[in-house]
């Protein structure tokens, strides 16, 4: 596709999805925000209502896809549907032929974690494909990278708020010190081989998390995470796991080694370095 069609297409999509009852704005996320797409990159959409008006409800976005039937199929969630908390539901739709999720915002809990990203507070979500869950200050994160395309949205905050980049690394660190601790303790000595893979690989995601708040970096997705953290070095301490207690012991070791070593460095240049307990 061209990029004037990519963007008549973007337009006819912002236009449809702000026309539903409830929405105050639309805004475009993920890559095709950040400008590091490719031709086959889904199109990642956020629609912002405001849940006390009780305007916005999913049925209306399911009633636009069945009136667009030949240009819009795909499976719309409830609100609350993908867990609930602050990625709060949304929809996986083939629009044109092509791959779109919409999103869904409520600007009361946007601006509620707003207001507790800026004092440094926030916790930590289930969600599903992503192993470390997300933190609640991804709705501010998003804010901060995503371009808004119709209506309006608070301000991101500029610059990333320094309660949170002072709290949120540590925070991260220990969920990973815990999460690798235990895998020590327990999965190891009994040869647990996937259970101690998988907790590395958690260990690892919560740690770049750690790495890229010490640097005031946002954070909207885990895919390219470990990139951008500078740990995809961890991925070799996996591959040389064997199903014996002490090779795991060992995995686990070195895993918690070069993952404090990451964080606690992140700082440097910046802030300084993460004081770790």
């Not at 999913?58 to 667009?68: F, G, M």
């Not at 926030?122 to 609640?136: D, K, T, V, W, Y």
């Not at 980049?165 to 660190?173: D, F, I, K, V």
Request: glycine share 12%.
């Amino acid at each position: 596709m061209s990029g004037d069609a990519d963007a008549a297409f973007l337009n006819r999509l912002a236009d449809r999805l702000a026309a539903l009852p409830g929405v105050r704005a639309v805004a475009l996320g993920g890559s095709r925000a950040q400008g590091t797409h490719t031709a086959a990159s889904d199109w990642d959409t956020a629609v912002y209502y405001r849940g006390s008006e009780g305007a916005f409800t999913p049925q209306d976005l399911r009633d636009l896809c069945e009136l667009r039937a030949t240009e819009w199929d795909g499976e719309v969630s409830e609100i609350g549907g993908w867990g609930g908390g602050v990625f709060n539901g949304g929809a996986w739709l083939t629009v044109e032929e092509r791959r779109v999720d919409v999103h869904y915002r409520d600007l009361d809990v946007v601006e509620h974690e707003l207001a507790e990203a800026d004092a440094g507070r926030f916790h930590c979500e289930p969600l599903m494909f992503h192993l470390a869950g997300i933190p609640s200050y991804l709705v501010v994160a998003e804010l901060a990278v995503n371009r808004v395309l119709r209506g309006q949205t608070p301000p991101g905050p500029d610059p990333y708020p320094p309660a949170l980049r002072e709290s949120a690394p540590r925070e991260w660190w220990g969920r990973a010190d815990m999460t690798l601790r235990y895998a020590l303790a327990n999965n190891a000595p009994r040869g647990g081989r996937t259970e101690v893979a998988g907790a590395v690989a958690v260990a690892a995601m919560q740690a770049a998390h750690a790495v890229l708040a010490a640097r005031g970096e946002w954070v909207t997705n885990e895919k390219p995470l470990l990139e951008r953290a500078g740990v995809r070095d961890v991925d070799d301490i996996v591959g040389r796991m064997r199903a014996d207690p002490d090779s795991l012991a060992d995995a686990v070791t070195q895993a918690r080694e070069l993952l404090r070593r990451k964080v606690a460095g992140a700082g440097e240049g910046g802030r300084g370095a993460v004081h770790l307990a």
